[in-house]
């Protein structure tokens, strides 16, 4: 059974760093891409950054600036979000996703079940 | 913000059909990219309904189907059923984006 648990969400005030985890099991994890995924309580889904099998390939939405970094430890299991320079509007549940297939984006077919983060002074 | 367009919302009766409809451009649905959806009960992480424009994964019912044309998308649920209240999103890829991957705005599905 595919599962992915995220984790390292939490209060966090503006300007400050955070890094979430993801740790993946029941398939094997250097077969697929991964993504981040966030979603503000009560909005719509926004997609945050995509990496592939081997990390040859990484991607970020636009609207981060630069701010976050993507990055998966494939001996591990492990996905990771390094988010810097935290602001209000990144206030959002995290989730963590498998692609369908490991160097290119397409369906996301496994989600876990997300991690809260909250940017407040 | 989102580039794929969506209703914010629909609803039906028990056992009506009825569609989601997801509007995008010539940069991501439009240049040949395909379109998957997710189901998302509240509460709860969302979950692949259909992917490569009209596939269903596995357990999925059929009451659930997807097509493309052109530079747009739909995903159409006959039989509605009580469980299917939910928000459903779209999501495809933009070349104009770096290759993105893109989600829609949203419906929220209404089983009256």
């Known amino acids: 059974e595919v599962q992915l648990v995220e984790s390292g969400g939490g209060l966090v005030q503006p300007g400050m760093s955070l890094r979430l985890s993801c740790a993946a099991s029941g398939f094997i994890f250097d077969d697929y891409a991964m993504h981040w995924v966030r979603q503000t309580p009560g909005k719509g889904l926004e997609w945050v950054s995509g990496i592939t099998w081997n990390s040859g390939t990484i991607a970020y939405a636009d609207a981060l600036e630069g701010r976050f970094t993507i990055s998966r430890d494939n001996a591990k299991n492990s996905l990771y979000l390094q988010m810097n320079s935290l602001r209000a509007e990144d206030t959002a549940l995290y989730y963590c996703?498998?692609?369908?297939?490991?160097?290119?984006?397409?369906?996301?077919?496994?989600w876990g079940q997300g991690t809260l983060v909250t940017v407040s002074s | 913000q989102s580039v794929l367009t969506q209703p914010p919302s629909v609803s039906g009766a028990p056992g009506q059909r009825v569609t989601i409809s997801c509007t995008g451009s010539s940069s991501n649905i439009g240049a040949g990219n395909d379109v998957h959806w997710y189901q998302q009960v509240p509460g709860t992480a969302p979950k692949l309904l259909i992917y490569g424009n009209y596939n269903r994964p596995s357990g999925v019912p059929d009451r659930f189907s997807g097509a493309k044309s052109g530079t747009s998308a739909s995903l159409a649920i006959t039989g509605l059923q009580a469980e299917d209240e939910a928000d459903y999103y779209c999501q495809s890829n933009d070349s104009s984006l770096r290759g993105s991957c893109v989600f829609g705005t949203g419906t929220k599905v209404t089983v009256l």
């Open positions: 996703a498998k692609d369908h297939y490991s160097s290119s984006w397409y369906s996301l077919d496994f």
